[in-house]
């Protein structure tokens, strides 16, 4: 059974930082694709970043500000966030694919997820 357990949500001011991690378990060979999701009241989660062995890739609000990571031997995702702005604010949620590749970046394309953390980013 696999099983994705978010932190590290928090409110933090403009400009700050902040990192989030996903304890995972259950998966059983290659760690697969993983990504964190944002979703915000009315609006469908979006993907901000995502990773298929230790290549990353950003959505367009993420690039150059956030970095996705991960440490497979910890069972560990991360999702370093700097320049927060309010616009980042959202529940972030953690997810997985069934395979190695990253092959879509909708939600219906990801199987596991987590519960979410919440992130608000206000002065």
């Not at 950003?58 to 370093?80: C, E, H, M, P, V």
């Not at 604010?89 to 395979?99: K, Q, R």
Request: with cysteine; aromatic share 12%; glycine share 14%.
């Amino acid at each position: 059974q696999v099983v994705l357990v978010e932190s590290g949500g928090d409110t933090v001011q403009p400009g700050g930082s902040l990192k989030l991690s996903c304890a995972h378990s259950g998966f059983v060979g290659p760690r697969p694709c993983m990504a964190w999701f944002r979703q915000v009241p009315g609006k469908e989660r979006e993907g901000v970043a995502r990773i298929a062995g230790n290549t990353p890739t950003y959505s367009t609000s993420a690039k150059g500000r956030f970095t996705i990571s991960r440490d497979n031997a910890a069972n560990t995702l991360f999702l370093q966030m700097d320049s927060l702005k309010p616009e980042d604010t959202g529940v972030y949620y953690c997810a997985a694919m069934d395979g190695f590749y990253c092959n879509g970046w909708g939600p219906s394309d990801f199987l596991y997820w987590g519960q979410g953390t919440q992130v608000t980013v206000s002065s």
